[in-house]
């Protein structure tokens, strides 16, 4: 069993940056890959980055690509996505996913899913 708690989102404006983590208990952290999806409401949640157990791959959407990173630090159980040059249409919840499926053509999302953390991008 995994346990996600995420935190980091609030209100920003267009073209400031968010740090997002997802902590992670249950299991051995490094062992696993782990990813970030967000939803808006009325629309599917979408995948938005992945990161490997070792932390040395990642995938990105395309649409976040050269402005997101994820990372990890496993001593910290700890994934990030650093959010920068933020636009009105990254609003969303932001979800952290734990024992995904990683594989070279990209990532597919376990049962395991945090609470969530609302980034709001005003324009």
């Known amino acids: 069993q995994v346990q996600l708690v995420e935190s980091g989102g609030g209100l920003v404006q267009a073209g400031d940056s968010l740090r997002l983590s997802c902590v992670a208990s249950?299991?051995?952290?490094?062992?696993?890959?782990m990813g970030w999806y967000r939803q808006v409401p009325g629309k599917e949640r979408e995948f938005v980055a992945a990161?490997?157990?070792?932390?040395?791959?990642?995938h990105y959407a395309d649409s976040v690509k050269g402005r997101f990173t994820i990372s990890r630090d496993n001593a910290k159980n700890t994934v990030y996505l650093q959010v920068n040059s933020l636009k009105p249409e990254d609003t969303a919840i932001y979800y952290c996913?734990?024992?995904?499926?990683?594989?070279?053509?990209?990532?597919?999302?376990?049962?395991?899913w945090g609470q969530g953390t609302q980034v709001t991008v005003s324009s």
């Open positions: 996913n734990a024992r995904g499926t990683f594989y070279s053509g990209g990532y597919l999302a376990s049962g395991y």
């Open positions: 249950g299991g051995t952290f490094s062992w696993y890959a």
């Open positions: 990161v490997s157990g070792s932390g040395y791959n990642t």
